[in-house]
């Protein structure tokens, strides 16, 4: 059994700084990408960022440089560093990875995500 856990969310203010978590564990062979995803209250899940096994990063055009996604492959973890942030960034922010369990099989996994909100 895989899982993810984010962490990191919380309460910040405008043009303030978070920097999320993801974890994975479990019955992992390898960890091809992993990525972003962020939910506001009322609008579909949105794609933020995504970051290969090798480093290579894509963005959202929305992210405009704000936001960076890093990884670290001997802990199975992905990285969101938020700057910037403003009141439509307030979301669940999840994390997404494609995994090989070590059963061999190719499968995405979610997280449960972590709430961010930008109020002053």
């Known amino acids: 059994q895989v899982q993810l856990v984010e962490s990191g969310g919380g309460l910040v203010r405008p043009g303030g700084s978070l920097r999320l978590s993801c974890a994975a564990s479990?019955?992992?062979?390898?960890?091809?990408?992993m990525g972003w995803y962020r939910q506001a209250p009322g609008k579909q899940r949105e794609f933020i960022a995504s970051i290969s096994a090798g480093g290579s990063a894509n963005y959202a055009d929305f992210v405009k440089g704000r936001f960076t996604i890093s990884r670290d492959n001997a802990k199975n973890t992905v990285y969101l560093q938020m700057n910037s942030l403003n009141a439509e960034d307030t979301a669940v922010y999840y994390c997404?990875?494609?995994?090989?369990?070590?059963?061999?099989?190719?499968?995405?996994?979610w997280g449960r995500g972590t709430q961010v909100t930008v109020s002053s």
């Open positions: 997404n990875a494609q995994i090989v369990a070590t059963s061999f099989s190719l499968s995405a996994y």
């Open positions: 479990g019955s992992i062979r390898t960890i091809n990408g």
